[in-house]
């Protein structure tokens, strides 16, 4: 039996489509049609009066005088919550069209839908009433309207970024999205390009806390330009291209009344208080409020008098930006700031790791970060000279666990690079060995030599499981109990030609470690981008479906992406450390200089940001210690309560681990293989 729609029912969906459109700025609209889904699932109206600084950024948005509008402010401003949430809603309401969310991946598009969208038209009434009431046009990633208009919530792709056209693109956590979508450029330009077809009614969004690195250190702002922000990627950049407005609050003291930033630079840290930079007077935190509602946006070429008149000439640019602090964002306490960079200092001191630091400054004051320059210049004569005079790879006191990492070496010097660390409480690490495979001497070493090629000859990989995974260290203790490698970590780049067929054959060596249960000690890295925000992301390629790949990913083989800048800035910390100790680095005398060369000759190019290589010279150890840490964060081992540890990071009277050779096999399940001196003596001479 055929179903038929109603009269009244077609009668009403032809109403949505010819319905005159109210003019009504974008901030009314969100305050009058639009609930806010609490995480305890309260429901209240949106009040301008909560956040007053998002209501210029929120009605430039519904303007037909700027085809773009940037957002930069610290977490909980409530900027994604009017710039996103306010803004669909006014669209949905007032002036229906095709639009777009993009979150940074798919779990978060999903994730953003199910908590954001789906709970505000629910219990919105006008907002759910103009959802289409057919079932198949609404589910996670796509919403319909009576109107016709529909709303994507997706990811960043090609697919989603280079093809259908929207009146309106708003992008959240824009320094988190990739620099680059598929090849095909930035997300904000793609963006762009999808709403031109709409004129000046199209309109590109871009919100974000900063994530990206000052480029220059010794960047100065100009004097003519007090609202530039410093030179980086990301957000900021955007923001800088635009009228570059900043927030301002005006002196509650009578005798001053001038306006300022409530920025870092006119907080005090001591007090965790604002004060006024033109009278020096300290403001209560219970003042923050009525601040924030008297407050103004201000352009770059504009200033406000003491009786609040704006003077000046704005940047001409159909791009609207703002940008904004920590100390003025509405949920979040002054106390707060201070307490979290005070842990922040104290967790860069004691670990060297600026992460930490970053991460406050970025996402809770809201401004760019300045990786902090080593006083200290990294030598090799200097580390040579506090080197350690202990056993050749023989495991001393202090060591709980150990690591292996493996650099694959290409061209014409076929090889894998291997580096054994020990690991302590706190990340205290020895380096326990460092030898090559250049060649296959058989499981007894006492057959002719054969040379290796990792890229083209699959049986080499055996070698690493061989040689490197089943292998054992003594103990410094004279009681000839030994201890393995728990984990084995191998760069999957390569060096040199081959390096696509490097990878495949990482791949294929890891698949082949399934039948003997080993695949769970062996992680595959590879380096990201260095802008990245994790130290270590999980991945599973699949490039079965693109034809111009040749690596074997198939999507059934984990690949941890590593954020090399970041781990590199924890091993250099590591290696200027002077005292043993909390995230030490104890390095044996008996390495050659050419070691201790390889471990210090990368820099970080305060221009660029990033870790490199000034020539050819080689830097295997430098990353060797970089891939072992990897692995120390992968085994959680910076969770690790110290007073009650797992049994394999227990003292040696209690480590799981440890084994004596002549009473029991190698406790990680696999016949040991002990080491050989006489072969390593010979390989390390032949690297020197």
């Known amino acids: 039996m055929s179903s038929y729609g109603s009269a009244a029912a077609i009668k009403r969906d032809v109403a949505e489509i010819i319905r005159p459109k109210r003019r009504i700025q974008a901030s009314q609209a969100a305050a009058e049609v639009m609930k806010v889904v609490g995480g305890d699932g309260s429901v209240r109206d949106w009040d301008a009066k909560a956040t007053p600084y998002m209501v210029e950024p929120l009605d430039c948005m519904g303007s037909r005088l700027y085809d773009a509008v940037i957002f930069v402010g610290p977490a909980r401003t409530g900027k994604t919550n009017a710039l996103v949430d306010g803004f669909v809603a006014y669209k949905i309401e007032y002036h229906p069209a095709d639009g777009l969310i993009v979150q940074i991946s798919e779990e978060k598009a999903r994730e953003f839908s199910k908590k954001r969208i789906d709970r505000m038209l629910e219990k919105s009434p006008l907002l759910r009433n103009r959802l289409s009431p057919r079932g198949h046009d609404n589910n996670v990633h796509d919403k319909t309207f009576r109107a016709g208009n529909y709303l994507g919530i997706k990811w960043p792709s090609k697919n989603v970024l280079a093809s259908s056209d929207f009146q309106f693109v708003l992008l959240t956590d824009f320094d988190r999205l990739p620099d680059n979508i598929d090849g095909e450029g930035d997300p904000f330009t793609l963006a762009s390009k999808r709403t031109q077809t709409f004129g000046s009614t199209g309109m590109t969004m871009a919100e974000s806390s900063p994530g990206r690195e000052i480029t220059d250190l010794d960047w100065e702002r100009p004097e003519d330009q007090p609202h530039v922000a410093p030179p980086t990627t990301g957000i900021l950049d955007l923001y800088n291209a635009g009228d570059r407005r900043r927030w301002y609050w005006q002196c509650p003291e009578t005798g001053c009344r001038e306006w300022f930033m409530p920025n870092k630079e006119n907080f005090n840290l001591d007090s965790a208080r604002v004060f006024c930079p033109h009278c020096g007077t300290e403001i209560s935190p219970t003042a923050k409020r009525d601040l924030n509602i008297k407050g103004r946006w201000v352009a770059e070429g504009q200033r406000l008098t003491q009786h609040g008149e704006l003077e000046g000439t704005a940047r001409s640019t159909r791009i609207a930006s703002f940008w904004m602090e920590g100390p003025a964002a509405a949920y979040q306490t002054w106390q707060s700031l201070v307490d979290k960079l005070k842990r922040a200092e104290e967790t860069y001191q004691q670990t060297g790791s600026q992460e930490t630091l970053k991460t406050v400054i970025n996402t809770d004051w809201g401004r760019a970060y300045a990786y902090q320059r080593s006083e200290k210049t990294r030598s090799p004569q200097r580390l040579m000279d506090r080197a350690e005079q202990v056993q050749r790879r023989t495991i ?65 990989w055996q070698l690493l499981t061989r040689d490197v995974l089943k292998r054992s260290y003594k103990l410094a203790d004279g009681s000839g109990r030994r201890m393995p490698v728990l984990a084995l970590g191998i760069d999957t780049g390569g060096e040199g030609d081959g390096e696509e067929s490097v990878t495949s054959q990482a791949y294929d060596y890891y698949r082949s470690l399934i039948p003997e249960g080993l695949q769970g000690r062996v992680y595959l890295f590879k380096g990201g981008s260095s802008k990245t925000a994790n130290r270590v992301r999980k991945t599973w390629p699949d490039n079965t479906k693109r034809k111009n790949r040749k690596s074997s990913a198939r999507g059934d083989v984990p690949l941890y992406i590593l954020g090399t800048n970041l781990l590199k800035d924890q091993v250099a910390a590591m290696i200027d450390r002077d005292n043993p100790g909390s995230g030490y680095m104890h390095t044996p005398a008996w390495l050659g200089r050419w070691w201790f060369e390889e471990l210090t000759y990368e820099i970080r190019d305060p221009a660029t940001g990033k870790w490199e290589r000034p020539g050819k ?46 009473k029991q096999s190698d406790p990680t399940g696999v016949p040991v293989r002990a080491t050989r001196q006489k072969r390593k003596r010979k390989t390390v001479k032949a690297r020197v």
């Open 617 to 662: 010279k080689p830097n295997e150890a430098f990353d060797l210690c970089v891939y072992n840490l990897a692995l120390f964060i992968l085994l959680k081992a910076e969770n690790i309560n110290w007073d009650a540890p797992p049994p394999w990071a227990e003292d040696w009277d209690k480590n799981l681990l440890v084994f004596d050779p002549e």
């Open 396 to 460: 001393p006191e202090g060591v709980r666990f150990l690591t292996a990492s493996v650099d694959v070496q290409g061209g014409k010097d076929r090889r894998f690079v291997v580096q054994i660390h020990g690991w302590g409480r706190n990340r205290e690490m020895w380096v326990v060995d460092r030898f090559n495979i250049k060649e296959d001497r058989g499981p007894n070493n006492d057959q002719p030599p054969r040379p290796i090629s990792p890229a083209t000859q699959p049986e080499d």
